[in-house]
């Protein structure tokens, strides 16, 4: 059964293991086309929304800290935006590569937050051919 095309739905979900948390992202009408908004919470029905996304911008991965407290929403394949769990507010807005146009030439994948939170490593890589390499980025 496929989502009625004037509906919202949920396109995106990750808990972090043995937490009780979830992001999300959500989809619905707006404008010609689409639009996402981001979302944070203990459950799916406690969630907040925390950003909504313009309609040239797409979240392409969800990733969490290994303590579960931070997660960053990727943006396009390029930005990352940090948010604590708790208290569910932006920490943070970092390019992982550098954008080239709107959808980004090149994309981070594997997202990984180092044990601390502060910095994330990922693999930058062209958004349509093979040849990543090693990324690493702080995060404030």
């Known amino acids: 059964m496929r989502a009625e095309p004037d509906r919202a739905r949920d396109v995106m979900v990750s808990e972090p293991p043995g937490r009780d948390r979830i992001a999300f992202v959500r989809e619905a009408p707006c404008g010609e086309g689409r639009c996402q908004t981001l979302w944070l919470g203990e459950t799916k029905e406690g969630a907040t929304e925390v950003a909504s996304l313009g309609d040239r911008e797409r979240c392409e991965a969800i990733a969490w800290s290994a303590d579960g407290y931070r997660m960053g929403f990727l ?39 180092s044990p601390n939170g502060a910095a994330v490593t990922f693999d930058d890589c062209p958004r349509f051919t093979s040849g990543c390499k090693s990324g690493l980025a702080g995060i404030r």
Request: aromatic fraction near 8%; hydrophobic fraction near 40%.
């Open 75 to 113: 943006v396009n394949g390029y930005e990352l935006r940090v948010f604590d769990a708790e208290p569910r507010k932006l920490v943070a807005q970092v390019n992982l590569v550098e954008p080239g146009g709107i959808p980004s030439t090149r994309i981070a994948r594997g997202i990984t937050f």
